[in-house]
């Protein structure tokens, strides 16, 4: 009897239900199955609806998975400071590699891949605006407690963190445990970002 209820009760949903009943059944699908094998038929059963209805939602599968995955979740951190600069960066840090070894790489650059080129800058919004948006909370905070200088950093400095995060992930595929994946934030964190953002070195106040 319930096999032939949960038809009924799926035509039944609308909106925001059966958006995140589909949401749900692609990421299922991807850890299932994987990108390669991601079809619209697969979801569509899943989430007990018809083709269709995943047709007119998406027109790629692709923007299927970017839908499905790029989303705020409880592990993403909250735009706040803990009163350090390079422990902020480095929780962020964490939650950036986190997000998207969760997606995983594969999927990643299978959806790179497939989406048109000029649909990639919206995927970098998407991937990226949450991070964005904790990062300049931080930035802010570490310039009232004088940890950087006063003047505002131009676009592309203050997101560099994210940028270079991204880059590892996406052109080494690294870190894949713990261990590596913070010996390589703290690289990049005191190489890089603290020297760049110190007082007289470059950004003055």
């Not at 699908?29 to 990108?35: N, P, S």
């Not at 619209?40 to 995955?69: C, H, N």
């Not at 009163?83 to 962020?92: A, I, P, Q, V």
Request: proline residues 8%; negative net charge; aromatic residues 6%.
């Amino acid at each position: 009897m319930s096999s032939q209820e949960s038809p009924a009760k799926a035509t039944r949903r609308r909106g925001a239900e059966l958006d995140e009943a589909i949401r749900q059944a692609v990421r299922d699908e991807l850890e299932a199955h994987g990108y390669a094998a991601l079809t619209f038929e697969g979801v569509a059963r899943r989430a007990q609806t018809s083709k269709p209805v995943i047709y007119r939602r998406y027109e790629s599968r692709a923007l299927m998975v970017v839908d499905a995955w790029i989303r705020p979740t409880p592990s993403d951190p909250e735009p706040t400071s803990t009163g350090d600069l390079r422990e902020d960066f480095r929780l962020l840090a964490r939650a950036v590699f986190e997000r998207f070894s969760r997606i995983g790489i594969e999927t990643l650059r299978g959806i790179l891949a497939e989406l048109p080129p000029e649909q990639i800058p919206k995927l970098t919004e998407t991937t990226t605006s949450w991070a964005r948006d904790a990062l300049h909370v931080v930035l802010a905070a570490a310039r009232e407690r004088g940890e950087i200088g006063s003047r505002p950093l131009p676009e592309h400095v203050a997101e560099l963190p994210i940028v270079l995060m991204r880059n590892e992930l996406f052109f080494t595929g690294r870190p894949d445990t713990a261990p590596l994946r913070d010996r390589e934030i703290d690289r990049i964190i005191d190489d890089i970002c603290l020297p760049l953002l110190r007082p007289g070195d470059g950004n003055g106040s």
